[in-house]
């Protein structure tokens, strides 16, 4: 008791209070432009001139979301389209890559497939591969299968991903194939055993993958930049992008900025229900490969 | 005998039932991943002749040989991208680690700071950084306000420097958000008996750590250090991969577009694999090795 009291006592030190102090500077910075884009977006328009300039709001308004808003009602589109574009393309495509992942994993790890050592070093390699060298042959691959402006070219291109298999695998690997025997004897088919034995058992596993696909998806810029033309089938962040005009440029920055914040805010709200199970999940996978 | 028989009619059933579930994951892969890689490398050696078809000729080494001889823009961009990611990526892992050892010391709040840092990874694919960066963490409209007297007492030209670090500081951060959970992840698998007898024999917690916690956790400083090139190198922010998307998206320039990312790729390929060779005799692996 009185040794814990002491250490107690040697925690609170110089050195440890420094330590403190670093820390919550490096919070600071690393949340400064966070929260430097939710100060701007409810800035009035006389406070993104001042020189030199406000970090905090002063006199907070909403004037910028209700121009965000009023620009886009004087669009074609409403704003009820693209936030549904957005809404039904992410969650398809997390409907799809969980499974596909999670069935491909499970082939791969407990069926024994032939030349499954084949398959994870493509998937190791496409893992490493940068996506750019690719951007064309895949605009055509999309293009000649009659995707383009269509719900399909921003999901379908996007379930089969290299990582999302990757981290199911690691985890399922874990999993003793005693089990699996057990139930097979017990006459279970391999979907029974899949869906019933295998999905509940990697929960954590899903659960990342669908945190990472929503920020993937939902964030995503350049898939729907690329292979969607026409204007009622953009998506949130392409769309908002477009309407709240060039970034930088400082009489649409408090608009640019509401438009980043309406469409990040989403993201960050399913993170903070699911952190802890996110950041395990990562890190584990990482340590494994 | 009997029993053989049903054993193989067992693995036989597995194996049918593994092609069933590993196919949706290969038919994408197929499609988006190896079928573009492949295009790629045949476009990049063949120049197309109507657009509209995209019939194409082979031209050998051209698009290559143009890129570094003809093309101004090509090599000064790459350079560019090259020197900095050679310059960031050591300075990231090493700050990552310096984050990691800190907030695995005996701090309170752990799990507040680990999400924190873990925050910008949910702002996904860069887009959103580089808009927030564009609207300017320093500089004449940006988001730290140095009052005037701060430029009387450092002069303006210590001035820029130290608002121009600090500028770079949350650039840093937001780029060291993975690695920090993979080195937090690492520091926590050391065996702590390890810890102990180097404190019974009163080594001092700077030579535990370069005795006993940078080599244990070396097989992970490996994987940051690739996975922050990799990281770099694939940004969208990068000035090439934008000139490498506009050329080939863009202007059509198909066929450059796919050399240039050939160039490219090959390029992060042998940095990668430098980094591995080099790296491999530095590392400890634990266990029965």
Redesign the interface.
């Known amino acids: 008791m009185e040794y814990n009291f002491r250490r107690r006592i040697r925690?609170l030190s110089a050195g440890?209070i420094t330590?403190?102090i670093?820390?919550i500077l490096?919070?600071c910075?690393?949340?400064?432009?966070?929260i430097?884009?939710v100060s701007?977006a409810f800035k009035p328009f006389n406070e993104l001139f001042l020189?030199?300039?406000?970090?905090f709001v002063q006199n907070p308004t909403s004037k910028n979301i209700r121009d965000l808003f009023s620009s886009m009602d004087s669009s074609v589109v409403p704003f009820s389209r693209y936030l549904f574009n957005s809404l039904f393309s992410t969650v398809s495509t997390i409907l799809g890559t969980v499974?596909?992942?999670s069935?491909?994993a499970?082939?791969?790890t407990k069926?024994?497939?032939?030349g499954k050592n084949l398959?994870f070093t493509?998937i190791i390699a496409?893992l490493?591969?940068?996506?750019?060298?690719?951007?064309?042959?895949?605009?055509?691959?999309v293009n000649s299968l009659g995707m383009i402006n269509q719900f399909s070219s921003l999901i379908?291109?996007k379930?089969?991903t290299?990582y999302s298999?990757f981290l199911m695998k690691q985890y399922m690997e874990q999993i003793p194939d005693t089990i699996l025997e057990a139930s097979?004897i017990d006459g279970a088919g391999?979907w029974r055993i899949?869906g019933s034995i295998i999905m509940p058992m990697v929960k954590p596993a899903w659960a990342t993958l669908v945190v990472l696909t929503t920020?993937?998806t939902?964030?995503?810029?350049?898939t729907p930049l690329?292979f969607i033309q026409r204007q009622s089938m953009k998506t949130l962040?392409l769309a908002l992008?477009s309407l709240a005009g060039t970034?930088?440029s400082?009489t649409r920055?408090g608009v640019?900025?509401a438009a980043?914040f309406l469409?990040?805010l989403p993201?960050?709200m399913l993170?903070?229900s699911m952190?802890?199970r996110?950041?395990k999940t990562?890190?584990?996978s990482?340590?494994k490969? | 005998m009997k029993k053989v028989s049903a054993k193989f009619s067992?693995?036989k059933r597995?194996?049918i039932?593994?092609?069933?579930?590993?196919s949706?994951?290969?038919?994408?892969?197929a499609?988006?991943?190896?079928?573009?890689?492949i295009?790629?490398i045949s476009?990049s050696f063949s120049k197309i002749t109507d657009i509209s078809t995209?019939d194409s000729v082979f031209v050998g080494f051209n698009n290559f040989l143009y890129a570094f001889t003809v093309d101004i823009n090509f090599l000064p961009m790459f350079l560019k991208t090259v020197t900095s990611t050679l310059i960031w990526t050591p300075v990231i892992v090493i700050f990552s680690l310096f984050?990691a050892v800190?907030?695995n010391?005996?701090?309170r709040g752990k799990?507040i700071?680990?999400?924190?840092?873990?925050?910008?990874?949910?702002?996904?694919?860069g887009?959103?950084?580089k808009?927030?960066?564009?609207?300017?963490?320093t500089g004449?409209?940006?988001?730290?306000?140095?009052p005037e007297s701060f430029y009387q007492i450092t002069g303006s030209l210590v001035g820029d420097i130290i608002l121009n670090f600090?500028g770079q500081?949350?650039v840093i951060?937001?780029k060291s958000?993975?690695q920090i959970?993979?080195f937090?992840?690492?520091l926590q698998?050391v065996p702590e008996p390890l810890y102990e007898s180097a404190r019974v024999d009163a080594a001092s917690e700077w030579v535990i750590f370069w005795k006993i916690t940078l080599p244990m956790i070396s097989p992970?400083v490996l994987?940051n250090c690739i996975y922050t090139l990799?990281d770099f190198?694939?940004d969208?922010s990068n000035p090439i991969?934008g000139y490498?998307?506009q050329n080939?998206?863009k202007s059509l320039n198909?066929s450059y577009?796919?050399a240039m990312?050939?160039i490219?790729?090959l390029f992060?390929?042998v940095v990668?694999i430098t980094v591995f060779a080099g790296m491999r005799k530095l590392i400890f692996y634990g266990g029965e090795k």
Not at chain 2, 31 to 37: G, H, K, N, R
Request: proline letters at 5%.
């Open positions: 925690n440890w330590v403190y670093l820390m490096l919070v910075f690393t949340s400064l432009p966070l430097y884009m701007t020189y030199p300039p406000k970090f499974f596909v992942a069935t491909g499970y082939a791969l069926l024994n497939i032939k398959i493509l496409a490493m591969f940068s996506p750019q060298v690719t951007q064309i042959p895949n605009y055509m691959v379908i291109p379930i089969a290299a298999i097979r391999e899949f920020v993937a939902w964030n995503d810029y350049f690329i962040p992008q970034a930088g400082f920055s640019t900025a980043i469409t990040t993201v960050i993170y903070l952190q802890s996110v950041i990562m890190a584990f990482g340590i490969s | 067992l693995e597995k194996a039932a593994g092609w069933g579930f590993i949706p994951w290969i038919i994408g892969f499609l988006f991943l190896a079928y573009p890689f295009k790629s476009m995209l984050i800190l907030i010391g005996k701090i799990a700071f680990k999400s924190i840092f873990f925050l910008p990874v949910l702002l996904g694919n887009f959103v950084l808009q927030l960066l564009d609207m300017g963490i004449t409209n940006g988001i730290i306000t140095i600090i500081l949350t951060l937001w958000c993975i959970v993979l937090l992840a690492a698998s992970i994987l990799i190198f694939r969208i991969v490498i998307i080939g998206v198909y577009g796919a990312g050939w490219y790729f992060i390929f990668v």
